[in-house]
């Protein structure tokens, strides 16, 4: 179900907790449906389990999973605010990404401006 791009600059666990949210609006995914186990995840995507772990806590504090002890991991029913907390954490990666980068402040700014523009 989850497709992970090696080749994309975006974190891994930022493109799996991406795709929950996708999954959620489009249907895929339920109120009250279970994640894979992180282990399992992992080894699906071939990934590192932290990694999974890290998508999920994120998504926890999010407010978009539950875990239950024992049981595994929920789809919570996810409001416009949980999914504008994710829009947020997703541009706060990517403005990091970008001062690294040493793109500019002014660059931003004129990027932004041009986008309300239109």
């Known amino acids: ?24 609006e ?7 449906d279970k994640l894979p186990s992180v282990r399992h ?3 699906e995507l071939g990934v590192n389990p932290n990694t999974v772990a890290k998508a999920y806590q994120e998504l926890e504090n999010l407010q978009i999973v539950e875990t239950l002890n ?17 829009l947020i954490k997703n541009l706060e990666i990517l403005l990091c ?12 700014i004129d990027l932004i401006e041009n986008i309300w523009r239109d």
Do not use: H, R, T, W
């Not at 489009?26 to 009250?32: A, F, S």
């Not at 990404?97 to 931003?108: F, G, H, L, R």
């Open 1 to 24: 179900m989850f497709l992970i791009n090696f080749q994309k600059n975006e974190p891994i666990f930022m493109q799996i907790i991406k795709q929950v949210i996708k999954f959620y």
């Open 26 to 32: 489009i249907g895929v995914l339920k109120e009250g």
């Open 41 to 43: 995840l992992a080894v």
């Open 70 to 86: 024992k049981k595994g991991v929920f789809i919570k029913k996810i409001n416009d605010n949980s999914v504008n907390k994710s």
């Open 97 to 108: 990404e970008c001062k690294d980068s040493n793109i500019s402040k002014k660059q931003i």
